[in-house]
């Protein structure tokens, strides 16, 4: 289904867009005020992108020394082409020491991998425990935001899941209540867990160690217990040095929440006594991206969830009608830049308003990306005839003056006098909502050429 | 000062008053204004929908007809922007490119940057709502995007706010997009609208009896939505209201 079709459906119910719109811009205004309370915040963004862009041009060298120095400090360190190889490793990992049950922190890349039902499959009952991951999975959902996934459900039906499932109180809505309920409900959990699995914000190279941000101790929790942890890790997590974690810190809430930092950026840079940790370095299509200089940059995300906050589409259209682990203005450039034609109608669900761009921590150039990929598509044939067709024809016309004006003024006689039910047809898509601009007798240069004599020569004399 | 105007397509198709109430401005502020009648189009439309090969052209031809002229001026941020930043993208080989791009002015940054106006005399005793198309926001900075931490600066608030008797409202969000983003409108019909409508209900709730844009082509999709739904709301261009600002009636976009 099109992002439009998705889209379309969502609008429909204006009470939940309008509710989804508004909570999601309140991020966004909270946002605004921690990069306001940061008089270097511009500076921190050319820093970060910069720290990103020299680590993504010498990325083998880091990830090799990254590697050396995880293994110096006993940390097993695996590398994974794809998402499948992923998968096979943690299940390998998990096999071998007779683990049934996985805890998991939250992380975007097990999501992209497919883990969970993989694992499922295998008989392994997985278990997210960052709050929202929860909800959406109690709901066989994917997470609509990559910061905030369970945005687009309301505290009414979290109560009614949980009453459902987790025997709270009929009718109960209030969410101190109903987080009271789920963390006794996880803490099961992590209790009898044989392994936590974490998502990976930062890797350093310098120390071969991870720094895991989330802001209800889950990841703590989960790998403080088990004897195993798992970290998967994309390969574009990296930066050089620990100095440099502080520029990404500094950004990385502000940007998501508003918040000034995380509550817990955890550091593991060793395995506890009596416990394995293993690393799952994963490809999956990002050295492939690094190889198309136009879309490279994408590569310096930081997962915050800032472009998505500030899209307008995103905010109207949720993120499960992008149909993609990763929605909004991020997700549109990086989908495609895998597999351009699952994910053509991406790049055209954005109006290049290029507020995404402004936001972005690392400055991905979002929206002239978006662009570029309209443009690669188009190079590729995936755009569909509904686009290429009227282009065809605005372009013949439009590369000569003489067809152009003939055409504006058939077009505007037209409008003039045919009848409203005809101009409004149901092929007129711009009319469903909007009427047209009421077409005037005479053009610009009809009208120009009429005053043209009388004007300068007032202006000759006034000279 | 000799000033070669560029009236971008659908201005002068559909609202050729405000490629006329350019004309007064530039005008009145001493340019001399020529308008090549070879002119069509930037080819933006076409471009922006992927379609490089069939946008070449037309911006080749935009160089044709332009490329003498001291100074290119059009009443469009959005048209602006793309001949200043994304020519090169289709002539990436095409000396005149960077020449022409340098050259060519959005309205009221013409007037602010090259003719130096600090304020436009007349009055416009009305409440208007500014409506900070993206383009020039955010491509041609013609003023600070609300997501950018630096100093506030906007250029078409500024000639505004000069004028005597102007109330500018205080809208929730300053510089959301309005949802027309070129074939958008069309492609993503039902989120187009919806923002527009959003747009629409902000200036509204703000008091705004006026919406004035520095691009028609926003002004447009709103309009064509504020006459859907019968609301009391006028849509100026800012040439418009520049133009007119010695009257006391503003007259409304047909």
Redesign the interface.
């Known amino acids: 289904m099109s992002?439009?079709t998705a889209?379309?459906e969502f609008?429909?119910d204006a009470e939940r867009?309008k509710w989804h719109?508004e909570t999601i811009?309140f991020v966004r205004k909270k946002r605004?005020l921690a990069?306001?309370s940061?008089p270097e915040?511009?500076l921190l963004r050319e820093t970060a992108s910069q720290i990103k862009r020299h680590t993504l041009s010498r990325l083998d060298e880091y990830l090799e020394q990254f590697e050396a120095n995880a293994i110096r400090h006993g940390i097993k360190v695996h590398w994974a082409r794809n998402g499948k190889e992923h998968n096979e490793i943690v299940l390998g990992l998990l096999k071998e020491r007779d683990v049934n049950l996985l805890v998991k922190s939250k992380s975007m890349l097990t999501e992209e991998c497919g883990l969970n039902p993989f694992l499922e499959a295998a008989g392994i009952e997985v278990v997210d425990t960052d709050l929202g991951e929860r909800i959406v999975q109690m709901r066989h959902e994917h997470p609509s935001h990559i910061v905030l996934p369970a945005i687009h459900i309301k505290k009414q039906e979290v109560g009614q899941l949980f009453h459902d499932q987790l025997g709270t109180e009929a009718g109960a809505s209030d969410p101190d209540y109903l987080t009271e309920a789920a963390r006794n409900h996880l803490r099961d959990k992590l209790i009898s867990a044989g392994a936590g699995l974490t998502g990976v914000n930062f890797g350093i190279a310098e120390t071969g160690g991870i720094v895991v941000c989330t802001n209800e101790g889950n990841a703590d929790l989960g790998t403080a217990l088990p004897p195993l942890h798992i970290a998967s890790m994309g390969l574009e997590k990296l930066i050089p040095r620990l100095d440099h974690l502080g520029v990404f810190l500094r950004l990385l809430a502000r940007s998501a929440t508003g918040q000034p930092i995380t509550a817990y950026s955890s550091h593991f840079h060793t395995p506890r006594e009596g416990q394995e940790m293993h690393i799952v370095l994963v490809d999956n299509g990002r050295s492939g991206m690094m190889g198309q200089s136009e879309f490279n940059r994408a590569l310096n995300c930081i997962r915050c969830g800032a472009c998505l906050n500030?899209c307008?589409?995103y905010r109207?259209?949720g993120g499960h009608s992008y149909h993609a682990t990763v929605a909004g203005p991020i997700g549109s450039v990086i989908n495609p830049a895998r597999d351009p034609e699952k994910f053509e109608s991406l790049?055209?669900?954005?109006?290049?308003?290029?507020?995404c761009?402004?936001?972005c921590p690392v400055k991905i150039p979002l929206h002239h990306q978006l662009?570029?990929?309209?443009?690669?598509?188009?190079?590729r044939h995936l755009?569909p005839m509904a686009?290429?067709v009227p282009?065809?024809v605005?372009?013949?016309?439009?590369?000569?003056?003489w067809l152009?004006r003939t055409m504006?003024k058939l077009?505007?006689v037209s409008l003039r006098w045919l009848p409203r039910f005809l101009i409004y047809n149901p092929l007129n898509?711009?009319g469903?909502?909007?009427?047209?601009?009421?077409?005037?007798k005479?053009?610009?240069?009809?009208?120009?050429k009429k005053?043209?004599p009388q004007?300068r020569s007032d202006?000759e004399k006034s000279n | 000062m000799k000033v070669g105007l560029f009236?971008p397509?659908y201005?002068?198709?559909?609202?050729?008053?405000v490629?006329?109430a350019t004309?007064e401005v530039l005008?009145r502020y001493g340019a001399?204004v020529d308008?090549p009648?070879?002119?069509?189009?930037c080819?933006q439309?076409?471009?922006?929908?992927?379609?490089?090969?069939?946008?070449r052209?037309?911006a080749k031809?935009f160089l044709d007809v332009f490329e003498s002229y001291e100074y290119v001026v059009a009443p469009s941020g959005s048209c602006v922007a793309m001949v200043r930043h994304?020519f090169h993208?289709l002539l990436p080989d095409d000396p005149r490119v960077d020449k022409v791009g340098s050259r060519t002015f959005e309205l009221c940054e013409f007037l602010t940057d090259v003719l130096e106006i600090d304020s436009i005399e007349g009055e416009f005793p009305h409440r208007v709502g500014l409506h900070n198309a993206?383009?020039g926001l955010?491509?041609l900075r013609l003023g600070k995007?609300?997501?950018?931490?630096?100093t506030p600066f906007n250029k078409v608030e500024k000639l505004l706010a000069g004028l005597e008797g102007i109330e500018l409202v205080q809208l929730e969000?300053t510089?959301?997009?309005c949802?027309?983003?070129?074939?958008?409108?069309?492609?993503?019909?039902?989120?187009?609208?919806?923002?527009?409508l959003?747009r629409l209900a902000d200036h509204k709730s703000a008091g705004a009896e006026v919406i004035a844009s520095a691009d028609m082509s926003c002004l447009?999709?709103l309009?064509?939505?504020a006459?859907?739904k019968k609301l009391p709301l006028k849509l100026m261009h800012v040439a418009e209201i520049l133009a007119q600002s010695t009257k006391t009636q503003p007259t409304p976009?047909?």
Request: proline share 6%.
């Open positions: 992002h439009a889209a379309a609008i429909a867009t719109d811009f605004d990069a306001a940061v915040w511009e500030t307008p589409v109207r259209s790049p055209f669900a954005c109006s290049l308003c290029g507020s761009t402004e936001v662009l570029a990929m309209r443009h690669e598509l188009g190079k755009l686009k290429t282009m065809k605005a372009g013949a016309v439009l590369r000569r003056p152009y504006g077009g505007r898509v711009w469903r909502q909007r009427d047209l601009p009421e077409a005037p005479e053009s610009f240069r009809q009208a120009y005053r043209a004007a202006q | 009236i397509c201005i002068d198709q559909f609202f050729p008053h490629g006329m004309v005008e001399t308008y009648t070879g002119q069509t189009c080819g439309p076409m471009a922006n929908t992927g379609c490089t090969e069939d946008a052209p037309v031809l994304h993208d993206c383009h955010r491509e995007p609300s997501e950018q931490m630096a969000r510089d959301e997009c949802g027309f983003g070129g074939t958008f409108a069309v492609a993503e019909e039902a989120v187009s609208c919806r923002m527009g959003d447009m999709h309009g064509g939505l006459r859907r976009t047909p």
